[in-house]
């Protein structure tokens, strides 16, 4: 099946700093989603993002489905941030899952 | 509800005993996925309805878990004889038919003591 490989899989920044995480899949998909996940556990949309570009706010998210990856980038990064980042994507054919990856844990220090 | 909605938010369990979790999903979707969270891990798919068609089982990590969707809307993780080793947080997510975005509900923390 269709693997999702996330890097860095730990980032700490200090407010102000920019970032940008990555996530990897391993077959062609038309659809790829990112969530953070605050302290408590709820999963918040932030982009679904087939291909191109969208940004709101402070992040902007890019995917090359051609070259099966997608960037998130956060800039200005604020202590809010903090969470984990994951990526997904929906599996086609036969039964539609999303596949995450293992996250990435951003740190933000006041 | 405006978007999905799972009950309890937490529960905690004897060990031996059934727990039932529920989850309402977006109105209009037909889509509807279960994922369990243990402390510091990833998400593991356990189950996903579409529609009417029989639903895809194969992350079920064994025979005590048990889900059920009536009507095509609210659906029900059933664990029986619960174990220590379920305690984890359970999230519902739903989308449209032919529409891949997903939206998950706040989960349901499970602990079994």
């Known amino acids: 099946g269709i693997q999702v490989e996330q890097s860095p899989p730990d980032l700490i920044l200090q407010e102000g700093a920019n970032s940008t995480l990555r996530c990897n899949f391993s077959?062609?998909?038309?659809?790829l989603q990112w969530f953070h996940q605050n302290p408590w556990g709820q999963l918040i949309n932030l982009f679904y993002?087939?291909?191109g570009t969208k940004q709101n706010g402070r992040l902007s998210a890019t995917t090359v489905a051609t070259e099966r990856y997608s960037l998130l980038y956060i800039s200005s990064s604020q202590t809010t941030d903090s969470g984990v980042y994951f990526c997904a994507v929906l599996t086609q054919g036969g039964s539609e899952k999303l596949v995450f990856g293992k996250g990435t844990k951003l740190t933000v220090n006041p | 509800g405006a978007g999905v909605s799972q009950s309890p938010s937490n529960k905690v369990t004897e060990k031996g005993k059934d727990v039932e979790l529920r989850c309402d999903p977006i109105s209009g979707h037909t889509a509807l996925y279960w994922y369990r969270q243990s402390l510091g891990q990833g998400l593991e798919f356990l189950i996903y309805f579409q529609g009417n068609s029989a639903p895809d089982k194969s992350g079920l990590p064994s025979d005590r878990f048990s889900a059920e969707r009536t009507g095509g809307s609210v659906s029900t993780l059933t664990i029986q004889r619960t174990q220590q080793e379920d305690s984890a947080v359970y999230l519902c997510?739903?989308?449209?038919?032919?529409?891949?975005?997903?939206?998950f509900g706040q989960g349901t923390r499970l602990t079994v003591v």
């Open positions: 997510a739903s989308r449209r038919y032919m529409v891949t975005e997903a939206f």
């Open positions: 077959d062609s998909v038309n659809n």
């Open positions: 993002i087939p291909s």
